[in-house]
């Protein structure tokens, strides 16, 4: 049975008493798990949602393996375009504050659908990135990998060649359709059953089986965390909503933390 909700829009109003404050102050292991939201305000448009990417292009015509088959140089312009504001991007306050909880917790699992690597960029060591990463391609005959900066800059119009065996460049994040990388999202399971308390931010919980995730640390018993600005199909697994920016509110949360001591 799942306790009462607590909601809040500032993060200011959050109790400092109760049986969920005591799971937070003997929280030893976390998860964040992360999506799209996380990194508005870096300037990177979410996918869903107004203004969201799949509002002005299907999904279909860009994120799957039959797009690549069909209309390689479509693809490919689109992920170079993308990969133009991920390179301009820097992390804000939401990224670094996860970044500093590792000194809090004993361990801290991040398990990011964000291909955009400001996770890493922001200091956070260990992550795991189930939807890939931008920061490289791929050959896909052959798989060797190449900075994707490098590749772009070869072509930024059509996929490059590989060097060894002359395929196609892809980028190497996971398309529609395609497997997770190898053993990411089983690490990924394995944490957030183990997880004593677990922070979704910025995601829309639709697209699996990443957004199993945060059902399977609600029924291993973490203490669950949402903030995002909108509620998702998954809220009521939380014991803890934040209704804003992920800006503000993960580093509010983190302030409710240090205050539990
Ligand atoms: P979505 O675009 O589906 O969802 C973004 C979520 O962030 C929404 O729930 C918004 O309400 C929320 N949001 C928007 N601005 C926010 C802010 N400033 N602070 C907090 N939350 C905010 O993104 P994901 O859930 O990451 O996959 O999407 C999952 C996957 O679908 C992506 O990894 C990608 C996409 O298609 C692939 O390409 C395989």
């Given at each position: 049975?799942?306790?009462?909700r607590?909601?809040?829009?500032?993060?200011?109003?959050?109790?400092t008493?109760?049986?969920?404050v005591?799971r937070?102050?003997a929280?030893?292991r976390?998860?964040v798990?992360?999506?799209a939201g996380?990194s508005?305000?870096s300037g990177?448009?979410t996918?869903?949602g107004p203004?969201?990417?799949?509002?002005r292009m299907r999904?279909?015509?860009?994120?799957?393996?039959?797009?690549?088959?069909?209309?390689?140089?479509t693809v490919?312009?689109w992920?170079?375009?993308r990969?133009q504001?991920?390179?301009?991007?820097?992390?804000?306050?939401?990224?670094?504050?996860?970044?500093?909880w590792?000194?809090?917790?004993e361990s801290?699992q991040?398990?990011?659908?964000?291909?955009?690597?400001?996770?890493?960029?922001?200091g956070?060591?260990?992550?795991?990135?189930?939807?890939g990463t931008?920061?490289?391609?791929?050959?896909?005959?052959c798989s060797?990998?190449?900075?994707?900066g490098?590749?772009v800059?070869?072509?930024a119009?059509e996929?490059?060649?590989?060097?060894?065996?002359?395929?196609?460049l892809?980028?190497d994040?996971v398309?529609f359709?395609?497997?997770?990388p190898?053993?990411?999202?089983e690490a990924?399971a394995e944490?957030?059953?183990?997880?004593?308390l677990f922070l979704?931010?910025?995601?829309?919980?639709?697209v699996?089986p990443?957004?199993?995730?945060i059902e399977?640390?609600a029924?291993?018993?973490?203490?669950?965390?949402e903030?995002?600005?909108?509620?998702t199909?998954?809220?009521?697994?939380a014991?803890?909503?934040?209704a804003?920016?992920?800006?503000?509110?993960?580093p509010?949360l983190g302030?409710?933390?240090?205050r539990l001591g």
């Amino acid at each position: 049975m799942r306790q009462a909700r607590i909601e809040s829009s500032t993060g200011l109003d959050l109790p400092t008493t109760g049986s969920m404050v005591e799971r937070a102050r003997a929280a030893r292991r976390a998860v964040v798990f992360s999506g799209a939201g996380l990194s508005k305000e870096s300037g990177l448009d979410t996918f869903r949602g107004p203004g969201g990417l799949w509002e002005r292009m299907r999904p279909e015509d860009l994120a799957t393996p039959q797009a690549f088959a069909r209309d390689p140089e479509t693809v490919w312009r689109w992920y170079a375009w993308r990969w133009q504001q991920v390179a301009g991007a820097t992390p804000n306050p939401a990224h670094r504050e996860i970044a500093r909880w590792e000194g809090r917790f004993e361990s801290l699992q991040v398990v990011t659908q964000n291909v955009d690597g400001l996770h890493l960029a922001a200091g956070s060591t260990g992550v795991l990135e189930l939807h890939g990463t931008i920061a490289f391609a791929r050959c896909s005959v052959c798989s060797r990998r190449e900075p994707m900066g490098e590749a772009v800059a070869r072509s930024a119009q059509e996929p490059p060649r590989c060097p060894a065996c002359s395929g196609c460049l892809r980028p190497d994040v996971v398309w529609f359709g395609e497997q997770l990388p190898e053993g990411v999202f089983e690490a990924a399971a394995e944490a957030s059953s183990a997880a004593h308390l677990f922070l979704t931010v910025g995601t829309s919980a639709t697209v699996y089986p990443a957004a199993g995730l945060i059902e399977i640390a609600a029924r291993s018993g973490a203490l669950v965390i949402e903030v995002n600005v909108e509620p998702t199909p998954l809220s009521d697994l939380a014991d803890v909503r934040m209704a804003g920016p992920a800006a503000e509110m993960v580093p509010a949360l983190g302030r409710w933390l240090d205050r539990l001591g």
